[in-house]
């Protein structure tokens, strides 16, 4: 099995010959010279950097690719054969990021930072702090992250629904699922953005959903910024009809220095870091690792993309 890796990854190609002698890695030679065509039955690529589109077309005998990472929004999904297998991280980073989610909740109703003290405050002992507990909490997407983020909200004794595609029976006691989001939104205290960027996903938030938002709730994305329509958000949150908004995804990232969000007061703003965790580069590599020793058994893969549904 020839490996071939867009990026070199410290140690990765030791532990990949490590697997087996039948193993043998390439790392692609980066540069601004045009990429002669190549032997690769497996592909390691991220999704931006470098130019994919010509890496995987020198790639010859391509079977398999799996993206370093844990979305595929950009991908070039055209070029690929119909027998191309492709995959990714899915779920690697749901600890995190659910961590995060919980934290911007629990933020949002314990007013911090603003209720750390650096001088003397008008009063003590009295403050008119919220609690996650009996908020409803609304996720739209219910796939690894989603349904992180809901085992830790339940711990809270928060009423959780989720939107799936499809109606199903929830996986997780506590957890209603729903098909439509109007039916959530007039219920969520918090919202939560949890899922792939799709064309059908791309604007869901927008004026409309954001009027039929419970009034004083809280939105957390931690997916994708174009699932946001910017302007409309602005707009909810002048209002009021929008409370606060935690964004850990924005359009266009970086986002440059004068732009209205840094300065919104409505707006918790971060540097689309939800996922940052502790190992993370060996948290990523993990699904690839065992699909490499699945692929060579001819066994199924895992984070398998439908490339007609674009996640």
Known sequence: MRIALQHDIPGLCEQLQGLGQAVDTYVVPSGDGSLQPFAADVLLCTVR???????????????????????????????LADDTVLTCSRGATATPIAEWVLATMLAREKQLPERWLKEPPASWYAADLGCLEGKTLGIVGFGAIGQAVARRALAFDMQVMATVRRHRESPMPGVRLVEQLDSLLPQADHLVLALPATPESDGLINAQTLAALKPGAHLVNVSRASLVDQG????????????????????PEPLPAGHWIYSHPGIRLSAHISWSGPNMTERLLAPFIANVQAFSRGEPLQGLVDKTAGY
């Open 49 to 79: 950097g470098g130019d994919l589109p010509a890496l995987i077309t020198a790639c010859q005998g391509l079977r398999w690719i799996h993206v370093f990472g844990t979305g595929i929004d950009g991908f070039p999904l055209s070029l």
């Open 232 to 251: 409309a958000l602005r707009t909810a949150l002048d209002t009021g009809h929008l409370a606060c908004a935690s964004l850990d995804v924005v359009d």
